[in-house]
């Protein structure tokens, strides 16, 4: 792993990690919520294996990034198009997980032309699309606050998960998860992958909880561009059993986008996906 830092025109500092092999095909990965520029495959070998240069990156209040309480899913293309820069890519594949599903489509509306290939692994959806009663409790009750009661009454909601993540993420993660679906628990129980997800959450906390609040207020309201403007065409890959992004809510969403391809992986949850993820980034890579 590498590290930098990108300093933006407003005085903020955006902190990236780069992976994989620096002559490599670029990848621009693009963390879940909450998470951090430590997000990265449990396969240590992989980015290797694939000759793929990856960059992450903190977004605002994340990690080693600073807050911006202002921030838009817009204005964190915005950083990406500038983390980009600072590693020296005119083009480069994008890859949103969870969270970043929608940054990623920010990205594709904001700056196409430097996009080569845009995907979506278990990407989040607008909460418009979304039936509450499909989602597991922490996002229900989460997703209610923001639209019912406002900024405040989520991060109070927040406040205590939030203090848990950053003193014992692993327990946070099994709290959060206790209602997902079985196959959802078990891959948290592997070794690998549990280390991957509990150092990005320790990492995504060590400034405070701010980066979560303002990441998942920005979710939950309009993101600020309609799903036709992005350009780019859109590979997805979705767990079918997955309530964190329910699967029919997706499906609203890919009918307006222009979907290159769009793979939903039986019985699998929200980390299912990273049972294909060599596949998933083999896609990326190949494409544009």
């Known amino acids: ?103 990623a489509l920010a990205l594709g509306a904001r700056a196409p032309e430097r996009v080569r290939a845009l995907g979506l692994a278990v990407g989040a959806a607008p909460a418009d699309f979304v039936d509450p009663d499909d989602l597991i409790a922490i996002n229900r009750e989460g997703l209610r606050r923001a639209r019912e009661e406002g900024r405040e009454s989520l991060e109070a909601f927040l406040a205590e998960p939030a203090a848990q993540a950053a003193s014992d993420p692993g327990a946070m993660l099994d709290a959060a ?10 891959m948290l129980s592997r070794p690998d992958v549990r280390e991957v997800l509990v150092e990005s959450l320790r990492e995504a906390f060590v400034n405070g909880p701010v980066g979560w609040f303002d990441d998942s207020y920005a979710l939950s309201m309009p993101w600020g561009f309609d799903l036709g403007e992005v350009t780019v065409p859109v590979h997805m890959w979705y767990g079918e059993a997955d309530r964190n992004v329910p699967i029919k809510a997706v ?36 494409a544009g």
């Not at 949850?269 to 049972?275: A, F, N, P, S, T």
């Open 251 to 286: 499906e609203r969403m890919a009918s307006q986008l222009r979907v290159d391809s769009f793979e939903i992986i039986p019985g699998a949850g929200h980390l299912g996906w990273l049972m294909q993820e060599e596949h998933v980034l083999r896609t990326l890579l190949a």
């Open 1 to 103: 792993m590498e590290t930098g830092t990108v300093e933006r025109p407003d005085g903020r500092v955006v902190s990236f990690a780069s992976w994989g092999d620096p002559a490599g095909r670029p990848l621009l990965l693009l963390h879940g919520t909450p998470g951090s520029r430590l997000s990265r495959s449990s396969d240590r070998n992989l980015y290797g294996r694939l000759r793929a240069h990856v960059v992450s990156f903190d977004r605002p209040g994340y990690g080693g990034s600073s807050a911006q309480r202002d921030r838009t899913i817009l204005s964190v293309a915005d950083d990406a198009v500038a983390v980009a820069d600072a590693v020296g890519w005119a083009r480069f594949s994008v890859l949103g997980v969870s969270g970043g599903g929608p940054h």
């Open 177 to 186: 998860m206790a209602d997902a679906p079985p196959v959802d628990r078990e």
